[in-house]
């Protein structure tokens, strides 16, 4: 029980020291390490760098912050509600920290078609 309690603790002082320091204005960069360090380039490519079957470019002006999180906590739910039928499936991500998963959120949100 107290690990947890200290876990949390240094994770919410670790997110408010990161929020003094710039955090929000760094965040799609960090989303774009996380990116990279997660392998989403695996399956999905941008600016034709990747696996360009499942190109991301302008995803964020396409979907919603909402179904772009959703994709990223429940794939499951999604492929089924969009009848994507492309595999290997979208896959969870149950254990990434929920700063790194806002971040690859925000850099989602970032590829904007022009
Ligand atoms: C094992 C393969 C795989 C991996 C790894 C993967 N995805 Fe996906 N993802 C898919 C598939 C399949 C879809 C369904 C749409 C399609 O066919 O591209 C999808 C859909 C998405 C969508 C919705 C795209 C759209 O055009 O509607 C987003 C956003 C997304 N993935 C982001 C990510 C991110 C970010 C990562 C890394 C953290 C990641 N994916 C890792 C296979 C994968």
């Given at each position: 029980m107290r690990i947890y309690l200290r876990l949390a603790l240094t994770a919410t002082a670790l997110l408010l020291a990161g929020a003094s320091s710039g955090w929000t204005q760094d965040t799609e960069a960090r989303g774009q390490v996380v990116y990279s360090e997660q392998r989403c380039a695996l399956c999905h490519s941008v600016g034709g760098e990747g696996n360009t079957k499942g190109p991301l470019d302008g995803v964020g002006s396409r979907l919603s912050p909402e179904d772009i999180r959703a994709w990223m906590v429940d794939p499951k739910t999604m492929t089924a509600t969009t009848g994507a039928d492309r595999k290997p499936p979208m896959r969870a991500?149950?254990?990434?920290?929920p700063e790194d998963l806002d971040a690859v959120v925000s850099y989602m949100l970032s590829l904007k078609t022009e």
């Open positions: 991500y149950p254990s990434l920290p």
